[in-house]
């Protein structure tokens, strides 16, 4: 939504105002997206046009004024043409008006007004003075303010009509500035004043990144949150990230893995017992949506809950009230629950191995956490972040990675997530012993092994990347037939996103451009060239 206070402020916009106004004669007005006018009702409202100013002295006035207006967007909604010129309220008083275009939607309008056509009569400025005073203006007011108004010519018209235009761009072009800065404000606020983190996430990555930016909108809301993603992915300091960040912070967060009881026990932690209700429940008990009551519950591996199980969970969702193993009578709770598994919940419901309704209950909000072979440009961040938690919990000073061990370690898949990375690191930092640097031979075997794959895996894929090269002839030709080779094969892997290829190839986009096409890579290029 444009701000139109701080648009009615800007320098530029005052300027034209005023040259429009001491040109012409004319008021700039402004209306938002659903054709409300801005500022006009204010009683210190500095009007250019007398006539202007009687029409809005009177009762009416402003009632005539949205008239006009609400005409204008009606025929912003049945033509495309961006600007137009109508006819008052007043007849033979004209006005003038141009859209605001934001990202191809209208955003409101800009208005000037009023003009006569230099078409227009004495018989015909009669005509809106008599107009004016059936509306219960003082003759001589009337013939005073008409005699003022600027009969306009073809050219009179075109340049006025192109300052207007002026003011309509700046209006969207600082818009899109305000909603730039917005975006970029809401981007660092998402970080908690830490470049990489979240609460006690961390990661830089694109992914890590949308994660933020989600789970800073949904903290403070109510809504049942589903949380999936691989082992290791660090769902549980997501769902403390929400609880930390929301309303009910300053209540319990209570966490419960559902896959490390069995049904009936998973029963009694949750919802409680009564005494006597079963061999060994010598008192009452209760569970953790009574502990956790006002606050949030983490239910980790919900996927692996029986059937019986999910039905009791369905109910609590939704209707707030449980049965205590053995009890007669229901109770009631407020807990914000979050769930996470690691396990395909549409498939297991095309088994029939989880409820659908349970499933739409719990996935209100989606947050998918990405694993760490996705998100490979956090692996130093984290490595950093590891080492220093553990030299410090250690006593040690600072140790640090040599180049060849961050490679190996970027070239591990890490199929334990962040978990099996943190493991290693806290390894590592035990073996280094007095060592200030920690050196590939102190990696795992596994680590070192899949290292050694990838550089298999690259020098063979290399490989067969050269089979289309020619070896024979000029070294000159040759290098050229591997970039047209490689920079067909990238534009392919890369959608025909230029940006993205020229970073991977190292070179400007500028660059990449011209060779694509110096070698008529183009695609768009061989389509025109297809259909001529």
């Not at 990555?205 to 691989?230: A, D, P, R, W």
């Not at 956790?292 to 969702?317: H, W």
């Amino acid at each position: 939504m444009i701000d139109w206070k701080s648009i009615k402020e800007l320098h530029v916009n005052k300027k034209l105002e005023q040259i429009i106004g001491g040109w012409y004669g004319l008021d700039i007005f402004y209306a938002d997206e659903q054709g409300r006018v801005q500022f006009i009702n204010q009683t210190d409202y500095p009007y250019k046009s007398p006539f202007f100013k009687l029409q809005m002295s009177q009762g009416y006035g402003h009632d005539w004024l949205e008239s006009d207006v609400e005409k204008v967007f009606e025929t912003f909604a049945s033509h495309d043409q961006n600007w137009v010129q109508f006819e008052s309220f007043f007849p033979q008083a004209f006005g003038f008006a141009q859209k605001v275009i934001v990202d191809g939607d209208v955003q409101g309008a800009i208005f000037a007004y009023p003009y006569f056509r230099d078409t227009c009569t004495s018989e015909d400025a009669a005509k809106v003075v008599a107009k004016m005073c059936e509306c219960g203006v003082p003759e001589v007011d009337a013939k005073a303010a008409v005699a003022k108004m600027k009969k306009f010519s073809d050219k009179d018209f075109d340049n006025m009509k192109e300052l207007v235009g002026l003011v309509a761009e700046e209006v969207a072009s600082f818009h899109g500035e305000i909603s730039k800065r917005e975006a970029r404000i809401m981007d660092l606020n998402s970080e908690l004043g830490n470049k990489y983190r979240y609460h006690n996430l961390i990661g830089k990555s694109k992914k890590m990144q949308q994660v933020y930016h989600l789970l800073s909108k949904v903290s403070n809301s109510e809504s049942t949150i589903l949380i999936q993603g691989e082992n290791g992915t660090g769902k549980e300091m997501v769902a403390k990230a929400i609880h930390y960040n929301s309303t009910r912070k300053d209540a319990v967060f209570m966490a419960v893995n559902c896959s490390a009881f069995n049904d009936n026990l998973l029963d009694s932690e949750l919802f409680g017992h009564v005494k006597g209700s079963f061999t060994g429940a010598v008192k009452d008990k209760k569970g953790v949506f009574e502990v956790a009551n006002g606050g949030t519950l983490f239910l980790d591996e919900i996927g692996d809950t029986s059937p019986s199980m999910q039905v009791k969970l369905l109910r609590i969702l939704q209707e707030g009230t449980y049965m205590q193993v053995g009890a007669t009578t229901p109770k009631k709770v407020n807990v914000r629950v979050i769930a996470a598994t690691n396990k395909p919940l549409k498939e297991m419901i095309a088994k029939g191995e989880f409820r659908e309704d349970l499933y739409y209950r719990i996935n209100v909000i989606n947050v998918a956490l990405p694993s760490l072979k996705e998100r490979q440009e956090d692996i130093p961040i984290l490595m950093d972040f590891f080492i220093q938690k553990r030299c410090e919990e250690a006593g040690l000073p600072l140790k640090t990675f040599s180049k060849k061990c961050l490679e190996k370690m970027l070239d591990h898949t890490w199929p334990g997530n962040v978990r099996e990375l943190q493991n290693e690191v806290e390894r590592l930092v035990v073996l280094a012993g007095e060592d200030k640097t920690i050196t590939p031979d102190m990696l795992s075997s596994r680590i070192l092994e899949s290292g050694e794959s990838a550089g298999h895996s690259h020098s063979s894929s290399g490989g067969s990347f050269l089979k289309g090269v020619k070896t024979d002839g000029s070294l000159k030709d040759a290098l050229e037939e591997l970039e047209i080779l490689m920079i067909r094969e990238g534009l392919k892997r890369c959608a025909f996103n230029k940006s993205k290829l020229a970073k991977e190839l190292g070179i400007s986009r500028a660059g990449l451009i011209m060779k694509v096409e110096k070698y008529g890579l183009d695609k768009r290029a061989q389509k025109r060239a297809v259909g001529e």
